[in-house]
């Protein structure tokens, strides 16, 4: 009997218990709802908003600033012609070749080192003193004048390669080493060290584990590099004056397609270059016009590599 009337006590006990509990909820969560705002708290939230409003406006600023400029420039001879003064053309059909040339040699050679080498630093390096002094290399490396880079390449790599497309990509190569590398060491340093304690504990290999869970996992951070990369190498001039060159000729095809792959050992003036030297002469049409396929480009870069790098993280 006793016990019978312990159990009924403490179901009693424990329904009082809960709905005090749930009372003691619904008034915390109406006492945070009426809890005072406060002045800075507004304030902050205004300028937060107010500089994110900036940075879209800034965007839709300037791009819609140069195609309103520059779409007057924008036809079918404008794209597929280069300059002659015989046949009285101005078009930009070589620059858009090199400079689609440049960014696909320097990734090319940039992103395989750059992800392997953080990788290394990430994954395999101890913490010590050789990987605080690689890091400190890097991030002073990424800080380098693009000018000093174009002065170095033109006497190592000219001295081989003359001016060609070639010896720009090996320049530029170094100069975006350092941005795809940080950018992919953050991206593995995202990823759970759980991924890593489960993937070992069932007996997978490092390069297994590397392959197939911490590069599909880091792959947004990776992307994220590559893209900024591939900005600076279609924005870069400096560097390409010295090493490229600001030839406009379009690549001989040739009977097997051989003339394509003689275009790298000659030299070859991006968008950039061009869009230079029309500020120069000042022909501020061509200028505005260039520039509008720069902007083209890069958002055309940009959604492919996305594609890309989503179908990749998904597989």
């Not at 009693?12 to 709802?33: H, K, M």
């Not at 890593?196 to 997978?204: D, K």
């Not at 297994?208 to 990776?222: D, E, F, H, K, V």
Request: glycine share 10%.
């Amino acid at each position: 009997m006793e016990s019978k009337a312990f159990e009924e006590n403490k179901g009693t006990l424990d329904v009082n218990i809960g709905a005090g509990n749930i009372a003691a909820a619904v008034s915390d969560s109406e006492s945070i709802f009426q809890k005072k705002v406060r002045v800075t708290d507004e304030i902050a939230q205004v300028l937060i908003n107010a500089c994110a409003l900036f940075s879209i406006l800034l965007l839709v600023g300037i791009t819609g600033y140069v195609f309103y400029h520059g779409i007057g420039m924008i036809n079918l001879e404008f794209l597929t012609t280069v300059p002659s003064i015989m046949n009285g053309t101005f078009g930009i059909a070589g620059n858009i070749v090199n400079t689609l040339y440049l960014v696909v040699i320097t990734l090319l050679i940039a992103t395989p080192i750059g992800v392997g080498a953080a990788i290394y630093l990430n994954e395999y390096a101890r913490p010590g003193k050789i990987v605080r002094i690689i890091e400190f290399t890097t991030e002073t490396l990424s800080g380098i004048p693009s000018i000093i880079f174009g002065l170095f390449g033109m006497v190592v790599f000219g001295s081989i390669f003359e001016y060609s497309l070639i010896s720009g990509a090996i320049t530029l190569a170094l100069m975006v080493l350092p941005l795809i590398t940080r950018n992919t060491q953050e991206a593995l340093k995202t990823v759970p060290d759980s991924y890593r304690i489960g993937a070992l504990g069932m007996g997978a290999e490092k390069w297994y584990l590397i392959r197939t869970i911490l590069l599909p996992s880091a792959m947004p951070g990776i992307v994220t590099g590559v893209v900024l990369a591939i900005g600076r190498i279609v924005g870069e001039s400096a560097a390409l004056l010295f090493t490229a060159g600001s030839a406009q000729t379009l690549p001989f095809f040739g009977k097997y397609g051989e003339g394509l792959i003689q275009k790298i050992g000659q030299p070859g003036g991006t968008l950039t270059i061009q869009l230079y030297l029309s500020m120069s002469n000042a022909e501020y049409d061509q200028a505005f016009g260039i520039a509008m396929i720069l902007l083209i480009i890069v958002f055309a870069i940009n959604y492919i590599t996305k594609i890309i790098a989503k179908r990749l993280q998904t597989n």
